[in-house]
């Protein structure tokens, strides 16, 4: 079946620090990915996401690429903020049957320290 | 826009009562879902629908049930709840079934002694 594997956390770093969460999946087909945030206190919202190999998604200075060899999705950013901290959800969609379905992986808590 | 609403933001209930969570949408879409987010087990979709009238059942369907009479509303119905329902349960809505972005409210907490 569908899933998504994340890193355990909490991921702790400093401001300014690189990030890497990783994210694999294993899916029929090719799935769209994404990258979900949910900030203390709110509801989800996307990140970024990437429909087909080797896209890459980005925003907010965050990224991630879609590698079909290695079926991962990692999100990188160059340098976190404090503003960051937050819970991260890789997600997949499958992209046959058009069903809308969200499959997510058990989120990674980052925690940026000052 | 007032986005994805949801209410309450907590609950708490008994074994055995029932309660309805609400979820509504300004943005027109046709696409909602229910999902319910436990430690350690990300997010789980519960029920969803395509548009006013049609509803279908997601991963994690017993114990709970929808309806769609109008394109904004979206409540959730627990009939009996049990302590397995203790959860954070998030609404979403899209433009349509299989749209990249989906929108979430910002959560119910519910417990259940």
């Known amino acids: 079946g569908n899933s998504v594997t994340q890193m355990e956390g909490p991921v702790t770093l400093s401001e300014e620090a690189f990030l890497t969460i990783n994210c694999t999946y294993t899916a029929t087909g090719y799935p769209s990915l994404f990258w979900y945030v949910q900030y203390p206190g709110e509801g989800l919202q996307l990140l970024l996401k990437?429909?087909?190999?080797?896209d890459k998604g980005s925003n907010k200075g965050f990224e991630a690429t879609y590698r079909k060899e290695t079926t991962s999705f990692h999100l990188e950013k160059g340098s976190v903020q404090v503003s960051d901290s937050a819970v991260y959800f890789c997600a997949l969609m499958r992209s046959s049957g058009n069903t809308g379905k969200l499959i997510f992986g058990q989120g990674t808590t980052l925690q940026v320290k000052p | 826009n007032a986005g994805v609403t949801q209410t309450p933001k907590f609950q708490v209930l008994k074994t055995g009562q029932s309660m309805t969570l609400q979820c509504a949408q300004d943005m027109n879409h046709e696409y909602m879902s229910w999902y319910r987010q436990d430690p350690g087990m990300g997010l789980r979709l519960i029920h969803y629908?395509?548009?006013?009238?049609?509803?279908d059942q997601g991963e994690v369907p017993n114990g709970y049930n929808v309806s769609r009479s109008t394109t904004e509303d979206f409540p959730l119905r627990l009939l009996s709840a049990a302590p397995s329902q203790t959860s954070v349960y998030f609404c979403?809505?899209?433009?349509?079934?299989?749209?990249?972005?989906?929108?979430f409210g910002p959560g119910t907490r519910l417990t259940v002694t």
């Open positions: 629908s395509v548009g006013a009238g049609i509803t």
């Open positions: 979403a809505s899209s433009y349509l079934q299989g749209a990249y972005e989906q929108y």
């Open positions: 990437a429909t087909k190999a080797d």
